[in-house]
């Protein structure tokens, strides 16, 4: 159900445009289990309150990510940090700002989950195999480490990639990305051992 039929089948007011709604629905279906369209709508709301004027649509979704990340954090559900934190990274990017930290707990999480079933032993990393791939992730092309060992190293994402940026700054004095030189670190984890 999208979030504009949620709001005419119970009258629900709201300042976020009908043309914008649709913008909230992607977050509404991937987190249809712990979110709700009113969260959404008291949300947008309280920072309509707070910025003295309409939000941004991805500053209400951050607000939603970090709720969840709430939520997801005191019931130690390492998957669904794991996808809040992957939406993190993809919001922060998209307003070409350093999304490493998110997309390094995005990794992190996804270790975590990994790691809490029991089932995975080691990981493998994979790159992109392709002509934007660094010399460092290069050499971490199918590199096997036990998940212990990739909490502890943290291998992913390579730091290399983001020094490919040129970073400014914004009116507040915020790093912004001026400048992409590529798409950043497109490594990614894999289960390689699992027993079952």
Not at 3 to 17: A, C, D, G, Q, T
Not at 166 to 192: L, M, N, Q, T, W
């Amino acid at each position: 159900m999208s979030l504009l039929s949620v709001f005419k089948k119970f009258r629900i007011k709201s300042i976020i445009p009908k043309e914008d709604l649709s913008d909230y629905d992607d977050i509404l279906y991937q987190f249809k289990d712990s979110l709700m369209a009113s969260d959404i709508v008291n949300i947008q709301n309280r920072l309509s309150k707070k910025f003295n004027k309409e939000p941004k649509i991805n500053d209400v979704k951050f607000a939603i990510l970090n709720q969840l990340v709430r939520l997801y954090s005191a019931k130690n559900d390492f998957q669904g940090l794991s996808s809040v934190y992957f939406n993190m990274t993809l919001i922060v990017r998209q307003e070409r700002k350093n999304p490493i930290g998110y997309l390094q707990s995005f990794h992190e999480m996804q270790l975590r989950n990994w790691q809490s079933t029991g089932l995975v032993k080691t990981i493998k990393i994979y790159t992109g195999k392709d002509n934007m791939v660094c010399g460092e992730c290069q050499k971490l092309d199918e590199k096997i480490y036990t998940i212990d060992q990739a909490l502890k190293e943290k291998p992913l994402p390579c730091k290399e990639c983001w020094a490919w940026h040129e970073v400014a700054k914004d009116e507040d004095g915020k790093e912004i990305i001026k400048k992409f030189a590529g798409p950043g670190c497109r490594c990614y984890y894999r289960p390689e051992d699992i027993s079952l």
